[in-house]
């Protein structure tokens, strides 16, 4: 179990995906991201294994909601900034996790 502000520690917030790359460097598929965050956060970068249900023409424009506080990791040729969130499916592939409507940018999940 952990306490309320051991979550409350945890930014996530809400991004929308700017661009989409391959990432043929990775060890396993995976795509480059640029998530904007809107204002003081801006746009983030990412590296995300989310190659079974999605392409890059289908990830410009997708509201994502992201981990923003944890540290930069190293990840291939990628300095990865946010932790964008899935769940998987039945076969265990990434589902992207964002809000069921449009939302302003940078938005903290409460």
């Excluded at 590296?47 to 990791?73: C, D, W």
């Excluded at 990865?80 to 769940?87: A, C, D, F, P, R």
């Amino acid at each position: 179990m952990i306490s309320y502000d051991d979550f409350a520690a945890v930014d996530i917030r809400v991004g929308i995906i700017t661009r989409a790359e391959p990432f043929p460097e990775a060890r396993k598929p995976a795509y480059k991201l640029w998530v904007d965050f809107g204002g003081d956060l801006g746009e983030k970068r990412s590296s995300a294994q989310i190659t079974a249900h999605y392409t890059p023409e289908t990830l410009v424009g997708r509201q994502v909601l992201a981990v923003v506080n944890f540290p930069p990791r190293q990840i291939g040729k990628v300095m990865s900034e946010v932790l964008v969130l899935g769940v998987p499916d039945a076969a265990g592939e990434v589902v992207l996790i964002g809000p069921g409507h449009d939302v302003p940018l940078g938005g903290k999940l409460f």
